[in-house]
Structures are given as structure tokens and as C-alpha cells.
């Protein structure tokens, strides 16, 4: 079994314990009462290349990162210097906790991507309630009528999708699921392996009316300057930055390459 399907299952079990703690019902109140929350899709919008900064403790391909994961002080330091940030909340495998995004979203004003296995729309009321801006939905975990569904329900709620795809039969999925954001991973999921290249293939094919974003595997400013010359209209960059003593910095480079 590969991991993403290891982790899905996981997550499966997780939801119905959360369910139990809040039931959907009271979940669903709580995200139609949160407001004043930023546009992820105006974020991505912008001229030049937009950034999405990632605060993540661990990862299973490279195992903790960050022994001392200072999120908040980490998201200060993202405060000026990126577009968006993008929190991870799975809990096993990638040590992230759902209550980081409340607790981020009062110390910064820019918009929050949740990135976590998002597999029922009980954790899309869960990510407004908790004050996200947008959800990452990963096309290779759902059937196309969850797909549609679920970029309905974020859309009804005011938040964004950020539909990830892997290969081009991802990408048409997407697509004809109302997809207005794409996020173009680079990273195999299923060995881990890594290849830019793959944002070329793929974003090539991307309608010029929908935004496309290049994930994993951004590096250094001449990995940056690549992804300029292809149809990104921005990048997220995870483990670089979580890395880096100065994030401002970075994120400097990044937008000169």
C-alpha cells in the first residue's frame, strides 16, 4: 500500500472521532458565522509570480523538520513577505494540528490555505470555522461527483480550492469539476520523487482563465526562474523556507530569480 492510500484510510477514522467531539451540525453553524476572511484566489491574482509560504513540522518523505516548530513566530516571519501561507493540519504523518490555523489567522492578515486529506465536507466547515481561506482538494483522492461537491460547497462558503493534480487525467478532472484554481504537484505521492518539469507538462495545458500554481519541490532562485518561464502563476514552497533562518529574505530571492 502507498502511503497516500495509507494516510486516507487513516483519515477516514479520524473524522468519524472529530464528528463525535463536534457534530457536523454544530460544525457547519460555526463556519457560516466566521467572516472577514481574505480572498487566497485575489492573492494568486496579482502580477508576477505569487508566493505561498508553508508551515509544516514533518513531512513523511523527509521526517521532522522543524524540532521546534515555532508556528506562530514562523508566521510572523511570513507577515510582508509572502502571499499566502499555507498550514498543515494532518496530525500522524505530518505532525500539523487543525487549531493552528485559528491561531495563525489572528496574527496575520494574509489568506490561509489548509493543506491537509480533505475527504469529507465535514473538514471543509471545519477548515471556514477554523478560519482558512481556501482548502487544498487532491483530485487523485476523490471521485469526480466529491470533486464538483466539494468546490461547490468551499465556493458557497466564501473560501477557495486549490485542486491539486499530478498528471494530465487529473487535470481534465478537475476541469470539468469547476476547478478555478490549480495546483500542479511535483512531487510523486506515491514514491516521493521529484520533477519540475512535471508543472511544464501539465501547466501547458491549463485554460488561460484558471489560475495554476506550482507545488513542491522549489528550491533555489534558478528552480524559481524555471517555474517563471512556464504557465505558474505562483508557487508554494514548503520545505525551503521552513529551513531557511530568514524567510523575508528568501522569499527576496525568490521573487528577483
Same mark, same amino acid.
Not at 18 to 33: H, S
Not at 55 to 84: H, M, Q, R, T
Given at each position: 500500500?502507498?502511503?497516500?492510500?495509507?494516510?486516507?484510510?487513516?483519515?477516514?477514522? /479520524?473524522?468519524?472521532?472529530?464528528?463525535?467531539?463536534?457534530?457536523?451540525?454544530?460544525?457547519?453553524?460555526? +463556519?457560516?458565522?466566521?467572516?472577514?476572511?481574505?480572498?487566497? %484566489?485575489?492573492?494568486?491574482?496579482?502580477?508576477?509570480?505569487?508566493?505561498?509560504?508553508?508551515?509544516?513540522? +514533518?513531512?513523511?518523505?523527509?521526517?521532522?523538520?522543524?524540532?521546534?516548530?515555532?508556528? =506562530?513566530?514562523? +508566521?510572523? *516571519?511570513?507577515?510582508?513577505?509572502?502571499?499566502?501561507?499555507?498550514?498543515?493540519?494532518?496530525?500522524? /504523518?505530518?505532525?500539523?494540528?487543525?487549531?493552528?490555523?485559528?491561531?495563525?489567522? %489572528?496574527?496575520?492578515?494574509?489568506?490561509?490555505? $489548509?493543506?491537509?486529506?480533505?475527504?469529507?465536507? /465535514?473538514?471543509?466547515?471545519?477548515? $471556514?470555522?477554523?478560519?482558512?481561506?481556501?482548502?487544498?482538494?487532491?483530485?487523485?483522492?476523490?471521485?469526480?461527483?466529491?470533486?464538483? @461537491?466539494?468546490?461547490?460547497?468551499?465556493?458557497?462558503?466564501?473560501?477557495?480550492?486549490?485542486?491539486?493534480?499530478?498528471? *494530465?487525467?487529473?487535470?481534465?478532472?478537475?476541469?470539468?469539476?469547476?476547478?478555478?484554481?490549480?495546483?500542479?504537484?511535483? $512531487?510523486?505521492?506515491?514514491?516521493?520523487?521529484?520533477?519540475?518539469?512535471?508543472?511544464? %507538462?501539465?501547466?501547458?495545458?491549463?485554460?488561460? @482563465?484558471?489560475?495554476?500554481?506550482?507545488?513542491?519541490?522549489?528550491?533555489?532562485?534558478?528552480?524559481?526562474?524555471?517555474? %517563471?518561464?512556464? $504557465?505558474?502563476?505562483?508557487? =508554494?514552497?514548503?520545505?525551503?523556507?521552513?529551513?531557511?533562518?530568514?524567510?523575508?529574505?528568501?522569499?527576496?530571492?525568490?521573487? @528577483?530569480?
Amino acid at each position: 500500500m502507498n502511503i497516500l492510500k495509507k494516510i486516507v484510510i487513516d483519515k477516514l477514522g /479520524y473524522i468519524e472521532m472529530q464528528k463525535k467531539i463536534v457534530c457536523e451540525m454544530e460544525m457547519m453553524k460555526a +463556519a457560516k458565522d466566521v467572516t472577514c476572511i481574505p480572498s487566497f %484566489k485575489t492573492a494568486m491574482s496579482k502580477e508576477g509570480l505569487s508566493i505561498i509560504g508553508e508551515i509544516k513540522k +514533518a513531512s513523511p518523505s523527509k521526517g521532522i523538520i522543524d524540532p521546534e516548530f515555532k508556528y =506562530l513566530e514562523i +508566521a510572523k *516571519e511570513y507577515n510582508g513577505c509572502v502571499d499566502a501561507v499555507s498550514v498543515l493540519t494532518e496530525e500522524e /504523518y505530518f505532525m500539523g494540528k487543525p487549531e493552528y490555523i485559528t491561531q495563525i489567522h %489572528k496574527s496575520m492578515k494574509i489568506p490561509i490555505l $489548509r493543506k491537509d486529506f480533505i475527504i469529507d465536507s /465535514y473538514q471543509i466547515f471545519e477548515s $471556514r470555522a477554523l478560519g482558512a481561506s481556501a482548502v487544498l482538494l487532491i483530485t487523485s483522492i476523490l471521485d469526480s461527483v466529491k470533486l464538483r @461537491n466539494f468546490i461547490e460547497l468551499t465556493d458557497a462558503l466564501g473560501m477557495d480550492s486549490l485542486v491539486e493534480v499530478h498528471n *494530465e487525467a487529473d487535470l481534465y478532472r478537475a476541469l470539468r469539476a469547476g476547478a478555478e484554481i490549480i495546483g500542479i504537484n511535483n $512531487r510523486n505521492l506515491e514514491d516521493f520523487s521529484v520533477d519540475l518539469q512535471n508543472t511544464a %507538462k501539465i501547466g501547458a495545458l491549463v485554460p488561460d @482563465n484558471i489560475l495554476c500554481i506550482s507545488e513542491s519541490g522549489i528550491k533555489t532562485k534558478e528552480d524559481v526562474a524555471f517555474i %517563471k518561464n512556464t $504557465r505558474a502563476d505562483g508557487i =508554494l514552497v514548503g520545505e525551503s523556507f521552513m529551513l531557511s533562518s530568514n524567510k523575508p529574505e528568501l522569499a527576496e530571492v525568490f521573487r @528577483n530569480a
